[in-house]
């Protein structure tokens, strides 16, 4: 059974930075597809980036120009880099792993707070 354990989260100002983590451990982490969600209080999980296997990035359009996702896929880590972040951004994160054949696999999750 693999495990993937998120860090990095915590209590920010309004226009700070926060940069998320997801290590990996018991999977083959180079074929996933790799995914942050959110679920901020009281309401759905949404996505908020992904990276594919080969890189392809893609992310939900409030995030665009503040959030980078990156994978190391040596170190089987996948980050967030969250800059100009915003209330709104407050909310547990989540990292997924996801492929067609294999499934999904999450996080426990890990609380990011924007409040000043």
């Known amino acids: 059974q693999g495990q993937l354990v998120e860090s990095g989260g915590g209590l920010v100002q309004p226009g700070g930075s926060l940069r998320l983590s997801c290590a990996a451990s018991?999977?083959?982490?180079?074929?996933?597809?790799v995914g942050w969600y959110r679920q901020p209080p009281g309401k759905e999980r949404e996505l908020v980036a992904s990276v594919t296997p080969d890189g392809g990035t893609n992310y939900e359009d409030s995030v665009k120009g503040r959030f980078t996702i990156s994978r190391d896929n040596a170190k089987n880590t996948v980050y967030l880099q969250m800059n100009s972040l915003k209330p709104e951004d407050t909310a547990v994160y989540y990292c997924n792993l996801k492929d067609a054949i294999l499934g999904d696999f999450w996080g426990q999750g890990t609380q990011v707070t924007v409040s000043s």
């Open positions: 018991g999977y083959v982490f180079s074929i996933f597809a």
